[in-house]
């Protein structure tokens, strides 16, 4: 008889096997969990790791010790040594160890660089949930990669989300590279100009424009065209995404600052930066605000560089 898949089972995951581990977890015959979970052909998934987690601790406790012991000996392979740090993952929650820390964090780092972003397993939420409740930052690259995964609707990624404040920007393009090594010396008011600039979304309203306007004006506006222009002529470069798009975290945060350094008075070359920073965004996600902005520039110079901005 087919068995019924529950609502927490990833689609690769057998309910069956998912009904088998509960069984074994629930009998507390580590040894046997431990053999079964350690031949498996796939990491476990979400339903898997539930039925784990749910173990007493001290049946836990026994469980990593023994899965320990099965990576450390003679003829262990990689494989099996990454297999055991996604089930310790799952069931350590409590009594971390600093060595599981550091694996963990090696495998973010290893998944971040080969993926731009990764929707093929559950291991990757179940060691970055392990850091993060042992109190553990994660890098800036595994944030990245995090947000790109809830910006491509993976759910599990967008329950890390609030955790995960920092950095304001994603790295791995040009610009926010710059922007996040400029950013400590900047000093506060402008590390709380960059996470108002990505809240603005698609059509900022009065309020959000009363915000930007107190935060700007800790900075000054000339000091944000001064130090924002070399950042948006970076922009116009392009981003890490496909075909030169922007990272989907960044990119509101590119427009709106170039509509900031837009507003006058200002000099031509800074809003000329700004112009190209928006028509160059992926998928014409600058052209709404080149066609606000082409509603209320009087400067003629200017006007006529966001009409070419505009034109296909």
């Not at 995090?146 to 995960?164: E, N, P």
């Not at 590279?177 to 108002?196: K, N």
Request: aromatic letters at 4%; a positive charge; one cysteine or more.
């Amino acid at each position: 008889m087919k068995r019924a898949r529950t609502p927490d089972c990833s689609p690769w995951e057998d309910p069956g096997r998912i009904d088998l581990i509960a069984r074994l977890a629930a009998k507390g015959n580590v040894t046997e969990l431990a053999g079964h979970l350690l031949s498996a052909a796939d990491c476990e998934g979400h339903a898997a790791v539930s039925r784990l987690r749910a173990m007493l601790r001290e049946r836990r406790v026994a469980l990593a010790r023994l899965l320990v012991e099965r990576a450390n000996a003679p003829g262990s392979t990689p494989d099996r040594y990454e297999r055991v740090m996604v089930l310790l993952a799952a069931v350590s929650r409590g009594f971390v160890h600093d060595a599981w820390c550091g694996g963990w964090h090696d495998m973010l780092e290893g998944i971040a660089r080969r993926s731009y972003w990764f929707d093929c397993g559950d291991e990757m939420p179940v060691v970055a949930e392990a850091l993060l409740d042992a109190g553990r930052p994660l890098s800036a690259e595994a944030v990245g990669m995090i947000r790109r995964c809830a910006h491509h609707g993976l759910g599990w990624a967008g329950l890390l989300l609030d955790r995960l404040p920092e950095p304001p920007l994603n790295p791995g393009e040009p610009w926010s590279d710059r922007v996040l090594a400029e950013l400590p010396e900047l000093g506060d008011p402008w590390r709380r100009l960059i996470p108002h600039l990505r809240a603005a979304g698609p059509s900022p309203g009065a309020r959000w424009d009363r915000a930007a306007a107190a935060v700007i004006d800790g900075v000054g506006s000339e000091a944000v065209r001064r130090t924002a222009t070399p950042w948006l002529a970076l922009a116009t470069h392009g981003g890490s995404a496909e075909a030169g798009a922007h990272d989907p975290w960044n990119v509101t945060a590119v427009r709106v600052l170039g509509a900031l350094v837009e507003r006058p008075p200002v000099k031509t070359v800074v809003a000329a930066a700004g112009i190209r920073a928006l028509a160059r965004l992926d998928g014409g996600a600058g052209r709404d605000e080149l066609r606000r902005l082409d509603g209320c520039v009087d400067h003629t110079v200017t006007r006529r560089q966001i009409r070419r901005g505009l034109t296909p």
